[in-house]
């Protein structure tokens, strides 16, 4: 099998379900803050399109909460998240948009991996009901696999 090069890899979105304790607050936190389009619901689940992916919150109360942390590059990172490699505008426009409306992250928006290779500007925080989210760019997305 031939492998290919991360810039000639033609990317297709991915899917993710995860739980959520209450609906209307998912709505007011991805459909607002994050201005994700809302696709598909029903009073228990909810589809989002994130920057191109979907995204299902399931009403699930009893399954939310944070979960377990491992050390990368200095920061205590959430084992358990999900989020989208943006272009670094988005991404520099995103973080300012959060900072400006006060969301706490659990690790700020920084680069990490400075000067080496794999750098990227990361940032996570969680939705209402503990979810985890990163949201990273690379300035060289060839980068992104690099090892």
């Not at 991360?6 to 607050?25: E, K, L, T």
């Not at 589809?47 to 299902?56: C, P, R, T, W, Y």
């Not at 590059?73 to 943006?86: I, T």
């Not at 920084?110 to 940032?123: D, L, Y």
Request: glycine fraction near 8%; include cysteine.
């Amino acid at each position: 099998m031939k492998t290919l090069l991360p810039s000639q890899r033609q990317y297709r979105p991915f899917h993710v379900a995860f739980p959520v304790h209450d609906i209307a607050q998912a709505r007011a936190f991805y459909g607002g803050l994050l201005a994700c389009p809302e696709g598909r619901s029903a009073p228990d689940w909810v589809d989002f399109d994130l920057f191109g992916h979907q995204i299902v919150a399931h009403l699930a109360p009893q399954a939310c909460g944070r979960t377990a942390s491992n050390e990368v590059d200095g920061d205590q990172v959430p084992v358990r998240h999900f989020g989208v490699v943006l272009d670094m505008p988005t991404w520099q426009e995103l973080a300012r948009r959060l900072r400006e409306v006060g969301q706490r992250f659990i690790v700020e928006p920084h680069v990490r991996f400075e000067g080496q290779v794999g750098e990227q500007a990361t940032m996570f925080f969680l939705d209402p009901s503990g979810n985890a989210l990163e949201f990273k760019a690379f300035a060289d997305i060839d980068q992104l696999f690099a090892c």
